[in-house]
T-cell receptor, first 113, second 113 residues
């Protein structure tokens, strides 16, 4: 157990639908990162939050959004889902300084049918 | 912009043989460098990291990596591979100002009995 909790582990939904992925960071970590992993795109950085505020944005589609709540858990919202959104979505957390690296959750596998 | 290149998509070694996985990065200053391992269906686990000091760093599971500034490389090595080392390995680079890690495309390690 890495200390980063992601729910649900698996999600199957239809095109056009909206889903919410949840992440609880490791205790004491203020930063949360979301990554998308697909076979053709590899591990792509989506977005980062630090202590409730958006800190950095990567290749995140406009149909996707995220937020970090006062208790530091984060949610990634994916809407108007397309087949190509099927992927593993990882959450990671880190303390304030990067030198400790990220701790990853076990991911949410999203399948859009 | 930062980038990470892992030139080998797949590598196959025999159990007990030595291993070296290559990683090259592009970044002006000395970055933070990481190696992560991902077993099938799992999240990414940190193997080792470098941010300053001794250029040869030791990690978990008997892995080590050497930072070579002149070659912009951070290759991962293991003297004797075990069947349980079969997984995908990711090199990552980051800088403290952004807290964001950029991942390479990964190298899949297969171990022959």
């Amino acid at each position: 157990d890495s200390g980063v909790t992601q729910t649900p582990k698996h999600l199957i939904t239809a095109t056009g639908q909206r889903v919410t992925l949840r992440c609880s960071p490791r205790s004491g970590d203020l930063s949360v990162y979301w990554y998308q992993q697909s076979l053709d795109q590899g591990l792509q950085f989506l977005i980062q939050y630090y202590n409730g505020e958006e800190r950095a944005k990567g290749n995140i589609l406009e149909r996707f959004s995220a937020q970090q709540f006062p208790d530091l858990h984060s949610e990634l919202n994916l809407s108007s889902l397309e087949l190509g959104d099927s992927a593993l979505y990882f959450c990671a957390s880190s303390p304030r300084r990067l030198f400790e690296g990220y701790t990853f959750g076990s991911g949410t596998r999203l399948t859009v049918v | 912009a930062q980038s990470v290149t892992q030139p080998d998509i797949h590598i196959t070694v025999s159990e007990g043989a030595s291993l070296e996985l290559r990683c090259n990065y592009s970044y002006g200053a000395t970055p933070y460098l990481f190696w992560y391992v991902q077993s099938p269906g799992q999240g990414l686990q940190l193997l080792l990291k470098y941010f300053s000091g001794d250029t040869l760093v030791q990690g978990i599971k008997g892995f080590e990596a050497e930072f070579k500034r002149s070659q912009s490389s951070f290759n991962l090595r293991k003297p004797s591979v075990h069947w349980s080392d079969a997984a995908e390995y990711f090199c990552a680079v980051g800088m403290d100002s952004s807290y964001k890690l950029i991942f390479g495309s990964g190298t899949r390690l297969l171990v022959r009995p």
